[in-house]
């Protein structure tokens, strides 16, 4: 089982791993790589694991995938994103509750993300 899904971002060329369940996706990055060199795709990756860390600051890793491989031994900690890419998020994340509500993130935390409480209101830095 999937416990991740790769996002087609709108306002940005990167992909967004999104965990799915508390347990991170960087466990299934072999089965994420297969994934992405299906569809072509060579890049910077970001890891999204608010189902996993909460809203702490290691919420977002990024890394960088050449068509073959994850590069596991580059991954970084991205303290912010831009605020076009957040807002994806949360939408997906309130288009998508079953993940949220299974998830083990406390209450308050459920209710930012299915409510999109923080849709608009923060900007960061770039994916790339």
Known sequence: MNRYHIL??????????????????????????????????????????????GFSSNRFLKTDFDGEQ????????????????LDELYVFFY??????KASSLPEPQ????LNKVLYGEITGSTCS
């Open 95 to 100: 288009e998508h509750p079953q993940y949220v």
């Open 70 to 85: 994850l590069n596991i031994g580059k991954i970084e900690v991205l303290p912010k994103l831009k605020s076009n890419i």
């Open 110 to 113: 459920k209710y930012v993300l």
């Open 8 to 53: 087609d971002l709108k306002s940005d060329s990167c992909k967004v791993v999104v965990a799915t369940s508390y347990v991170s996706p960087l466990s299934q990055v072999y089965a994420i790589a297969l994934e992405l060199k299906s569809i072509g795709y060579q890049g910077d990756v970001i890891f999204d694991l608010v189902l996993s860390n």
